[in-house]
């Protein structure tokens, strides 16, 4: 036969965890401080619904994968394309040249360079676009180093959880 405090502690620990998807993250976290102190079976109990509450949720929550990196292509690709582009223009504006320089009375002068200022147009805009990103990748820097002091007590957990799967798959000696 059950005695009226077990029946007592079996109400209390029914409300506490019914009590418990109500509360936020941070409270859960205050409320699992609290009963680290406490101690007893109960305390115990309170501890076992605060741990399966935060498994719960980690379970429920989907894991956030970061945004798809752009499509890089690969630099001496690029690059030889860009001297392939450039010789065969170039080649192109000297052919052309030959022919128009044979008729030159008869070709306006702004046509002979305009192979040469179209290429010049490419450079300008293809350099500004990277002196743009030079300058927004100065402005905006990716990361921002925080002292682990500074963290609270689930940024030091995460952090350690990190470390650990670091660890294991033996990044870090």
Do not use: C
């Not at 029914?14 to 409270?27: F, G, I, K, Q, S």
């Not at 170039?90 to 052309?96: M, Q």
């Amino acid at each position: 036969m059950t005695t009226p405090t077990a029946l007592d502690t079996a109400v209390v620990l029914d409300r506490y965890r019914a009590d418990l998807p109500n509360l936020t993250d941070v409270e859960l976290e205050r409320r699992a401080e609290k009963m680290a102190a406490l101690p007893g079976q109960l305390a115990d109990e309170l501890r076992h619904l605060i741990d399966a509450e935060r498994e719960y949720r980690q379970a429920v929550r989907r894991p956030t994968s970061p945004p798809p990196a752009p499509a890089r292509l690969n630099r001496s690709r690029v690059a030889a394309a860009a001297v392939g582009v450039v010789s065969t223009g170039a080649v192109g504006a000297g052919v052309a040249g030959r022919r128009l320089a044979e008729h030159a009375d008869q070709v306006p002068q702004a046509l002979v360079y305009s192979p040469a200022v179209a290429a010049g147009l490419i450079a300008l805009v293809v350099g500004g676009s990277r002196l743009a990103r030079w300058f927004d990748d100065r402005r905006h820097p990716l990361a921002t180093d925080v002292d682990e002091a500074d963290l609270n007590p689930l940024g030091r957990h995460l952090l350690a959880q990190v470390r650990a799967a670091r660890q294991a798959r033996g990044e870090v000696s």
